[in-house]
């Protein structure tokens, strides 16, 4: 499987320490990653790495083959979708939900004439309609529940048909209900084979969505452990990870932690 993204003995340094510590990591294309961290574990900036939107102190960054440094991130950067808060603070509170999703492909194509609008919007409706949003394509984004609007930013991202799909915490600040539902379409999605390479970012290992593949358990900007779900998510690495006592359970692919007392 070819890779989309590879780090090699990544650094990021930051005020003198390095919140990305000598990374490896790579990931291919039919993979689905979680990555699981404390507070400040690196794993925002991860994700900032693999959308081009950072370099490296040192070390080597390659997505979608092409290597951070030498080559035009203006000329990668359409192929990567990337849905976080801090994204979904700069979208206008008064644009529709259909726009949001919509300027996505305009900001890719760079041009506009009615046969592409045509194109993009049927297109948007469709991806819409996938994120069980096309009942609110005419609200204003700034009228959504939270959990809308996690929604819409997924969508976002995936309307310019992405190579690598970003998510920072899409499931933060949900209620069990949204946050059961983002994780149902979230799990059709992984499991869809035209879907691209997904990495996740979440603070909870019951927000993993069944269907996900790998994980990586980040502390102090080091990989703790990474690999298969299955192998590599366990106690024994979850309290190396968090620094305390865990005991994991897991019932048909979900899981459930807490502190081992
Ligand atoms: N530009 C910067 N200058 C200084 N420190 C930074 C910078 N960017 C990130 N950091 C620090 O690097 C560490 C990793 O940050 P990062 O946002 O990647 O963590 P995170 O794992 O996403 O945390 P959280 O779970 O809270 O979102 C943090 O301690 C953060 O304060
Ligand atoms: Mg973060």
Redesign the pocket.
Known sequence: MPQVLEFSDVVVR??A?D?VDHLQWSVADDQRWVIL??????????L?LAATLIHPTSGQVDVLGERLGRTDVFELRPRIGFASSAMARRVPPEETVLNVVLTAAFSVLGRWNEAYEDIDERRALRVLAEWRLDHLADRTFGTLSDGEQKRVQIARAVMTDPEILLL??PTASLDLGAREELLTLLSGYAKAPTTPAMIM?T?HVEEIPVGFTHVLL?NA?RAVAAGPIAQTLTAEALTDTFGQPIVLTEDGGRYAARAAH
């Open positions: 930051r005020n320490r919140i961290g404390p507070n400040g574990a690196g794993k925002t900036t991860l900032q920072d915490e970012v603070h980040l900007g």
